[in-house]
């Protein structure tokens, strides 16, 4: 038999692969809340237009009503053949409602339909992350001001650098995640119009009031050009990029996680809960969860790159092809959803091993730059100069396998004979992480000034 909603000019129906290839209920079932919402806003709208008369509308909305706890009871039976959420549910309000249910199509269309029901569960996704950014954030100002003193190694090439804490490194995570954050929030005000009313792509001769669904709907306004509106995912490709550059963060702080919990490393011990054993390997404690956020990334960042895909060269409006969002989007939404909340986890679970950080921090020649810096300061020496002098201290120190900190004062006077007892002090890595008093640099003080910025925001 042929469709009920489309079939008037069809003698047969669909081969089973063409039904097979069209459906999309399988996924977009996850709108069916969305879709309920609009299509009230719709009828109401209508009956306030006198396009549908009252008793038609309240018909309507309390099947939809009816409908709608069906569905979250479980007890409503999704048909394939009834390719998409839109039509199973207007289907199902012709059984319960009878003939006033084929009223609620007048000027609409399936497109701004699935525009209109998408759009709002992209907002709503875009809420959600931005309460669970707002939390990881929460967690790294806690373990930042825990550990605003704690020194660790600051890393170049992964190479030891200079001395940062642990609560700075922690202060560049909120930074990133902050960035996230807003970029979710200017994502939400982007796409706050209305679609419903464009109808299939010319607008519709009905008198419709686009701005009342708009406002009922809790949007802005309505969108201001059908033809674009019916054409537009631009809202889906910016939840994936933001997605995208989150997960990107999330991969790095993955990668150090990584490796600040191995043997070698040492930084951190994760928690029992945010890791797993080894079947055959007693001792293993392997960082499963960070691994994973790392891998999720790769997902991700494929639901970015297949949307572009799926949009690049289409020709205005609406096509088909666009029925392709949304297993992206929901995919890398519930990805995001799970990395972000891993990590938050992790972040506030994992214990801080001070000491070792303290100790990797000390070697590898990481006060050398403060060496330098005192030969400036002190013995007025041009920065190049003392560059050069600190290299070959590092040179006798790495001769003699020993710190910089371990050279003697005649050690010292035999490369530069200006260099004084004095310049111990700066050869600790407390001092250095002390020193550095810059805005925006690692000494607690202004790490801590950092943290009051952002929890005054958070
Ligand atoms: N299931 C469709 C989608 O997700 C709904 C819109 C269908 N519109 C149409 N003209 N066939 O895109």
Known sequence: SSNQMWGGRFASGPDAIMEEINASIGFDKKLYGQDIRGSIAHATMLAHQGIISAEDKDKIVHGLNTILSEIESGQFEFSRRLEDIHM?????????????????HTARSRNDQVALDFRL??????????????????????????????????FTHLQTAQPVTFGHHCMAYVEMIGRDRSRVRHAIEHM????????????????????????????????????????????????????????????????????????????????DAFSTGSSIMPQKKNPDAAELVRAKTGRINGSLIALL???????LAYSKDMQEDKEQVFDAAESLELAVAAMTGMV?????????????????????TDLADWLVREAGLPFRDAH???????????????????????????????????????????????SRTSFGGTAPNEVRKQIAWWRARN
């Open 348 to 368: 506030r679970d994992m214990t801080i091993r001070a000491d070792r950080m303290k100790a990797a921090a000390g070697s590898g020649y990481s006060t050398a």
């Open 309 to 315: 895909t799926v949009m690049k060269g289409l020709p």
């Open 121 to 154: 569960w992209v907002k709503e996704e875009l809420q959600r992350t931005e309460k669970a950014l707002t939390g990881l954030i929460a967690a790294f100002l806690d373990r930042a001001e825990e550990h605003a003193e704690t020194v660790m190694p600051g």
């Open 388 to 434: 050069h002098v600190t290299g070959r201290a590092v040179a006798l120190a790495e001769q003699k396998t020993c710190d910089l900190a371990d050279l003697t004062l005649e050690d010292l006077q035999s490369i530069h004979p200006q260099i004084t007892a004095k310049v111990f002090d700066v050869l600790t890595v407390e001092a250095s992480v002390a």
């Open 192 to 271: 706050d119009e209305s679609p419903i009313g464009a109808a299939a792509l010319a607008g519709t001769g009905f008198p419709i009031d686009r701005h009342m669904t708009a406002s009922a709907l809790g949007f802005a306004g309505p969108t201001r050009n059908s033809i674009d509106t019916v054409s537009d995912r631009d809202f889906a490709l910016e939840f994936l990029s933001i997605a995208a550059i989150a997960a990107t963060h999330l991969s790095r702080l993955a990668e150090e996680i990584v490796i600040w919990s191995t043997p070698q490393f040492g930084f951190i011990r994760l928690s």
């Open 88 to 104: 199973n549910i207007e289907a199902r309000l012709a059984t319960l409602i009878g003939p006033a249910a084929g009223r609620l």
